[in-house]
């Protein structure tokens, strides 16, 4: 599986951006995709996700922001980040999970830089 993210950039506290994340490869029996940050100084942690039935998970710090969704013709998930803090300032990474037998296959994504600052 090959992750392509794309959409980061610099934006001022309050701004939107669209983070997207194309598939491509061995994507069949993909379970899980989603979007993880990582700050400076600080451990990767877990931003979103969604299930091939679409059902969604957020970090709390996120929770009424941002939004995930998919698009399976696109083989493509994004991430729709509003009201952007500059504690949101990461280098967000795309990732996707297969599980098998209880085994997780985790694949990831280069990272996009996301700048929140005024």
């Known amino acids: 599986v090959q992750l392509q993210a794309s959409g980061g950039g610099v934006v001022q506290p309050g701004g939107s951006l669209r983070l997207s994340c194309a598939a491509s490869?061995?994507?069949?029996?993909?379970?899980?995709m989603g979007w993880y940050r990582q700050a400076p100084g600080k451990q990767r942690e877990l931003v979103a996700t969604?299930?091939?039935?679409?059902?969604?998970n957020y970090a709390h710090s996120v929770k009424g922001r941002f939004t995930i969704s998919r698009d399976n013709a696109k083989n493509t998930v994004y991430l729709q980040m509003n009201s952007l803090k500059p504690e949101d300032t990461a280098v967000y990474y795309c990732?996707?999970?297969?599980?098998?037998?209880?085994?997780?296959?985790?694949?990831w994504g280069k990272g996009t830089l996301v700048t929140v600052s005024s």
């Open positions: 490869g061995s994507i069949f029996s993909i379970d899980v």
């Open positions: 990732n996707a999970k297969k599980v098998h037998t209880g085994v997780v296959m985790d694949y």
């Open positions: 969604i299930t091939t039935d679409d059902s969604t």
